[in-house]
Nanobody, 116 residues
Framework: QVQLVESGGGLVQPGGSLRLSCVAS????????MAWYRQAPGEQRESVAR???????NLAESVRGRFTISRDNAKNTVFLQMNNLKPEDTAVYYC??????????WGQGTQVTVSS
């Protein structure tokens, strides 16, 4: 039984920071690529960042230079450090597993709201 549980969302002012966490269970976490997605109301879900089992990272152009993805395999956790937040970053943020020949698993999401 695979579970992904996100946390760390909330309301922040523009220019502020948040650190999201996603704790995984029920899988061999260290072998999975992990990714963060986000979805704003009325918009398509979009990829934000990903980190492979080897630690290679990719960030969407819209967040490059502001967000950082990292992982702690000992804690089965992937993080998304979000700095210099903008109102357009407002969305529900989801973590997702990726592994060849394995199904994708999604967390329940955590709300991030950037507003004055």
């Amino acid at each position: 039984q695979v579970q992904l549980v996100e946390s760390g969302g909330g309301l922040v002012q523009p220019g502020g920071s948040l650190r999201l966490s996603c704790v995984a269970s029920g899988l061999r976490f260290s072998s999975y690529t992990m990714a963060w997605y986000r979805q704003a109301p009325g918009e398509q879900r979009e990829s934000v960042a990903r980190i492979t089992s080897a630690g290679t990272t990719n960030l969407a152009e819209s967040v490059r230079g502001r967000f950082t993805i990292s992982r702690d395999n000992a804690k089965n956790t992937v993080f998304l450090q979000m700095n210099n937040l903008k109102p357009e970053d407002t969305a529900v943020y989801y973590c997702k597993t990726e592994q060849w020949s394995r199904p994708d698993y999604w967390g329940q999401g955590t709300q991030v709201t950037v507003s004055s």
